[in-house]
């Protein structure tokens, strides 16, 4: 889509009217909000970001770079070798075999140029129509656990996107699979055509979609290298600040890279500095659910669902969709619920405000890095405590536990009494100190009422798991005095859930056990290493310390902005460009984190 040009075909002469200017090519739903350059400060500021992300171990050297690209061509290798076996055990000649092909095509962080040191590698399978998924499953998954190289090879075949899991010399990848309806499949074969999806299965589509929005992506930005630094940039933060993780309902690395990709299409030639700043300026601006799209949807009808509002009644309840841009469009953030909702857009909040304060050169790079308190912000809490008796058992076991997490989640938010339930990312182990002093187990309930014999099976319990992880969930109870709130069938229902679908895969063995208990915040040194919480308890004094200063700052820096856009008439149309992308109304609902003053509330919980 292009700028329209100057309709005037005057041919007077140069001197009686100003040359024209070239067309600007227009990315996205709606036309740049500002086309200015970079200045000096502004490629400064940027040299300073690179810097500062340099200690976080987010840039790859060449040798390392090296090794992935070494990884990927024998794994490519592999699929070649394995297309040609399997054809010729199902009886055909050798010599047409050889020709079939057979592809790897990364997606995610690593095809966008963006992923950090130690990253894993989302890569995709592609193979010719007489290749069976269940060939993939089996002599495929074989074939790779024959390799010397490859380590922690399984097979979840039942997922959304089945996908099988391994290292590859210590690099970790997530491969999936798709068979095409084609007879080969040459090495330069290009995955963006949307006529490739016809008469294929919903698996294979989905398989294909990583691979297909990833290049969508980068062909939608107007400069790669400032669209990849202002990611590597974002990314950092989300992780820091807790909110990476599509699983649990916050957003995954699609999600983030399509934000970017948005803020370079609204300012096309700013730098990757600039570019940071002004994402948090849209976003925590944006009207929620308003979507967020790269270009106008595909109008390709081969029969697969789109997100539509219009047309799919659930598809009205997202609360925070980010479109794909690949057919069939998908909102990438489904998982958002009504709390990681809220938490996103805090950080969002906060995130302009440290921004507005690196930009006026009242702060350096490194505090928007700064992880935010958790421990320090709530004084009641749930732990789940997933627990296994073997290595391999514990890790299938947390991550279906992990993908369920946001059931619970949602339980607790019909829970009238509940405005929050905040879930840390982070998946702690509990340490053998943390382990001896858990025989202490904390009361399940607001009474005293616990009996020796309840804590005795909580002790046996722990003390027959050799390894358990942990989540922690913060709560946020209404501001009512002696609440008393039962959580007893929120929790069971979740537990329920989560053993009635490891029962249907087959994956629940003995010894494989999960456990909500209510922790009070005092009760926490009882799970994690009391000095974790000591340090966030100094980093939050001091960011409270200085907090009113910033805000101040922040809404001065603001207001000066958005007035110059309102009071100019040249730049009338530059403000209704950006009303258009962005709304300064905010959701009713606004996160109080002021747990101190909350009368302290009693939950009941059982499991």
Same mark, same amino acid.
């Given at each position: 889509?292009?700028?329209?040009?100057?309709?005037?075909?005057?041919?007077?002469?140069?001197?009686?009217?100003?040359?024209?200017?070239?067309?600007?090519?227009?990315?996205?739903?709606?036309?740049?909000?500002?086309?200015?350059?970079?200045?000096?400060?502004?490629?400064?500021?940027?040299?300073?970001?690179?810097?500062?992300?340099?200690?976080?171990?987010?840039?790859?050297?060449?040798?390392?770079?090296?090794?992935?690209?070494?990884?990927?061509?024998?794994?490519?290798?592999?699929?070649?070798?394995?297309?040609?076996?399997?054809?010729?055990?199902?009886?055909?000649?050798?010599?047409?075999?050889?020709?079939?092909?057979?592809?790897?095509?990364?997606?995610?962080?690593?095809?966008?140029?963006?992923?950090?040191?130690?990253?894993? /590698? +989302?890569? &995709?399978?592609?193979?010719?129509?007489?290749? *069976?998924?269940? #060939?993939? $499953?089996?002599?495929?998954? =074989?074939? %790779?656990?024959?390799?010397?190289?490859?380590?922690?090879?399984?097979?979840?075949?039942?997922?959304?996107?089945?996908?099988?899991?391994?290292?590859?010399?210590?690099?970790? /990848? +997530?491969? &999936?699979?798709?068979?095409?309806?084609?007879? *080969?499949?040459? #090495?330069? $074969?290009?995955?963006?055509? =949307?006529? %490739?999806?016809?008469?294929?299965?919903?698996?294979?589509?989905?398989?294909?979609?990583?691979?297909?929005?990833?290049?969508?992506?980068?062909?939608?930005?107007?400069?790669?290298?400032?669209?990849?630094?202002?990611?590597?940039?974002?990314?950092?933060?989300?992780?820091?600040?807790?909110?990476?993780?599509?699983? %649990?309902?916050?957003?995954?690395?699609?999600?983030?890279?399509?934000?970017?990709?948005?803020?370079?299409?609204?300012?096309?030639?700013?730098?990757?500095?600039?570019?940071?700043?002004?994402?948090?300026?849209?976003?925590?601006?944006?009207?929620?659910?308003?979507?967020?799209?790269?270009?106008?949807?595909?109008?390709?009808?081969?029969?697969?669902?789109?997100?539509?509002?219009?047309?799919?009644?659930?598809?009205?309840?997202?609360?925070?969709?980010?479109?794909?841009?690949?057919?069939?469009?998908?909102?990438?953030?489904?998982?958002?619920?009504?709390?990681?909702?809220?938490?996103?857009?805090?950080?969002?909040?906060?995130?302009?405000?440290?921004?507005?304060?690196?930009?006026?050169?009242?702060?350096?790079?490194?505090?928007?890095?700064?992880?935010?308190?958790?421990?320090?912000?709530?004084?009641?809490?749930?732990?789940?405590?997933?627990?296994?008796?073997?290595?391999?058992?514990?890790?299938?076991?947390?991550?279906?536990?992990?993908?369920?997490?946001?059931?619970?989640?949602?339980?607790?938010?019909?829970?009238?009494?509940?405005?929050?339930?905040?879930?840390?990312?982070?998946?702690?182990?509990?340490?053998?100190?943390?382990?001896?002093?858990?025989?202490?187990?904390?009361?399940?309930?607001?009474?005293?009422?616990?009996?020796?014999?309840?804590?005795?099976?909580?002790?046996?319990?722990?003390?027959?798991?050799?390894?358990?992880?942990?989540?922690?969930?913060?709560?946020?109870?209404?501001?009512?005095?002696?609440?008393?709130?039962?959580?007893?069938?929120?929790?069971?229902?979740?537990?329920?859930?989560?053993?009635?679908?490891?029962?249907?895969?087959?994956?629940?063995?003995?010894?494989?056990?999960?456990?909500?208990?209510?922790?009070?915040?005092?009760?926490?040194?009882?799970?994690?290493?009391?000095?974790?919480?000591?340090?966030?308890?100094?980093?939050?004094?001091?960011?409270?310390?200085?907090?009113?200063?910033?805000?101040?700052?922040?809404?001065?820096?603001?207001?000066?902005?958005?007035?110059?856009?309102?009071?100019?008439?040249?730049?009338?149309?530059?403000?209704?460009?950006?009303?258009?992308?962005?709304?300064?109304?905010?959701?009713?609902?606004?996160?109080?984190?002021?747990?101190?003053?909350?009368?302290?509330?009693?939950?009941?919980?059982?499991?």
């Amino acid at each position: 889509m292009f700028s329209q040009r100057n309709g005037n075909n005057n041919t007077s002469s140069p001197s009686s009217n100003p040359p024209q200017q070239a067309p600007v090519k227009q990315l996205g739903m709606t036309s740049a909000i500002s086309l200015a350059g970079p200045k000096q400060e502004d490629i400064q500021r940027t040299v300073d970001l690179e810097k500062s992300l340099e200690p976080f171990n987010v840039f790859e050297n060449e040798q390392e770079l090296n090794h992935r690209m070494e990884i990927l061509a024998k794994l490519n290798g592999l699929v070649k070798q394995w297309v040609k076996d399997v054809s010729i055990s199902k009886n055909m000649p050798e010599q047409m075999a050889e020709k079939l092909g057979g592809k790897i095509y990364t997606f995610g962080s690593y095809r966008l140029g963006v992923h950090h040191k130690g990253a894993d /590698i +989302d890569a &995709l399978c592609v193979a010719p129509r007489n290749i *069976e998924r269940a #060939d993939y $499953f089996s002599s495929f998954f =074989d074939l %790779l656990k024959q390799q010397p190289e490859v380590t922690e090879c399984r097979a979840i075949e039942e997922a959304f996107v089945p996908v099988i899991k391994m290292k590859f010399d210590n690099i970790e /990848i +997530d491969l &999936l699979f798709a068979r095409l309806a084609l007879k *080969e499949i040459p #090495d330069n $074969f290009d995955l963006r055509d =949307d006529m %490739l999806l016809k008469n294929l299965d919903h698996r294979c589509v989905r398989s294909l979609n990583g691979c297909r929005v990833t290049d969508e992506i980068l062909r939608l930005v107007p400069n790669i290298e400032n669209f990849r630094l202002a990611l590597r940039t974002i990314k950092l933060w989300a992780k820091k600040h807790g909110i990476y993780s599509n699983s %649990l309902g916050y957003f995954g690395g699609v999600s983030w890279a399509m934000l970017v990709a948005r803020t370079c299409q609204l300012y096309p030639n700013a730098a990757a500095a600039t570019i940071v700043h002004k994402f948090f300026l849209v976003f925590s601006r944006w009207k929620w659910p308003q979507p967020v799209l790269l270009k106008q949807p595909d109008t390709v009808n081969l029969g697969f669902t789109v997100w539509d509002p219009r047309v799919t009644p659930t598809d009205r309840y997202h609360l925070m969709p980010i479109i794909t841009p690949a057919y069939p469009q998908q909102n990438s953030t489904f998982n958002v619920s009504s709390s990681t909702s809220k938490v996103i857009q805090m950080e969002f909040m906060e995130g302009m405000e440290i921004t507005d304060e690196i930009m006026l050169g009242n702060a350096g790079w490194d505090k928007l890095f700064q992880t935010p308190q958790f421990f320090t912000k709530y004084r009641h809490f749930i732990v789940l405590l997933v627990s296994s008796t073997s290595a391999d058992d514990h890790l299938e076991w947390c991550g279906l536990v992990e993908s369920k997490i946001r059931i619970l989640i949602g339980n607790l938010e019909r829970n009238q009494h509940i405005q929050l339930a905040h879930v840390n990312p982070k998946c702690f182990e509990k340490t053998t100190g943390a382990a001896k002093d858990n025989k202490t187990t904390p009361q399940s309930t607001s009474s005293q009422s616990a009996t020796d014999s309840e804590k005795t099976s909580s002790e046996s319990e722990d003390s027959h798991a050799d390894f358990c992880s942990m989540w922690f969930i913060g709560l946020e109870f209404e501001r009512t005095a002696n609440l008393n709130v039962d959580l007893t069938v929120s929790i069971q229902s979740f537990t329920d859930q989560v053993h009635k679908h490891a029962l249907n895969i087959k994956m629940l063995k003995e010894g494989m056990k999960i456990e909500a208990r209510h922790v009070r915040r005092k009760q926490l040194v009882q799970y994690i290493d009391s000095s974790y919480v000591k340090r966030e308890k100094k980093v939050s004094e001091s960011l409270n310390n200085s907090a009113a200063s910033v805000t101040q700052l922040a809404k001065k820096r603001f207001s000066a902005e958005m007035g110059q856009l309102t009071n100019n008439p040249k730049r009338a149309k530059l403000q209704e460009s950006f009303d258009s992308v962005a709304n300064d109304s905010q959701n009713d609902t606004v996160l109080d984190d002021s747990s101190q003053s909350v009368a302290s509330p009693q939950p009941q919980l059982c499991t």
